[in-house]
Structure formats: structure tokens, C-alpha cells
Nanobody, 119 residues
């Protein structure tokens, strides 16, 4: 059973930056997991923001169009960590952000961290 714990959320002004972290435990080989960051704003469906594949030496990343060029997903497999660097934040980025890890049919979620972009 994989446990995921997010941190790094908070209140930031438009144009600011935040770095979210996700710490994984309960697995000895984190590198084989596909990982991602999702977000859910009030009244909206949860959406995939950024993803990074696992299982090889090359991690393919992808982003939803609305964050391309502003957000960067990265991972440190040795430390079992996933990060989301968020720059040039906009009010519409306000949401609860969730870390996700998946392997075959198994999917794991963190508890979420609130990001609020407001002046």
C-alpha cells in the first residue's frame, strides 16, 4: 500500500510561484510508478495537470494546455518524491492539488493541498 503526502500549498498573489511536494512511502521501488498532479476547483471536476511516466530511464512528461510553460513536474525516485513547480500563477489555478501514483491497476492518492491565488 502506497501512501502519498502532499505539502507546499498556500496563498500566493497572481504572478507568484509555489512548489508542491509529494512524499511517497510503502514501496521500495518508486521509479516504476507513473505519477501525476491533479487539481479540483470548487464545483469543477478533478483534472490532470501534469504527469510523469515511470518504469524506464526516461520519464515522459505531459501537461494540460492551461499550465504549459508555467508548471514543471519532476521526481526524485531515490527519495520517493514528486514535485510540481508552479510559476506565473493565476487566480484560475486556485484548487486543491492532489498527488497521484499508479502501477497497473493500482492507483493511489494523497489527501490534497490547497493552493489559493489571490491578491
Amino acid at each position: 500500500q502506497v501512501q502519498l503526502v502532499e505539502s507546499g500549498g498556500g496563498l500566493v498573489q497572481p504572478g507568484g510561484s509555489l512548489r508542491l511536494s509529494c512524499a511517497a512511502s510503502g514501496t521500495s521501488i518508486f521509479s516504476i510508478y507513473d505519477v501525476g498532479w491533479y487539481r479540483q476547483a470548487p464545483g469543477k471536476q478533478r483534472e490532470l495537470v501534469a504527469s510523469s511516466t515511470g518504469g524506464s530511464n526516461i520519464n515522459y512528461v505531459d501537461y494540460v494546455d492551461s499550465v504549459k510553460g508555467r508548471f514543471t513536474i519532476s521526481r526524485d525516485n531515490a527519495k520517493k518524491m514528486v514535485f510540481l513547480q508552479m510559476n506565473s500563477l493565476k487566480p484560475e489555478d486556485t484548487a486543491v492539488y492532489y498527488c497521484n501514483a499508479g502501477l497497473n491497476h493500482f492507483v493511489y492518492w494523497g489527501q490534497g493541498t490547497q493552493v489559493t491565488v489571490s491578491s
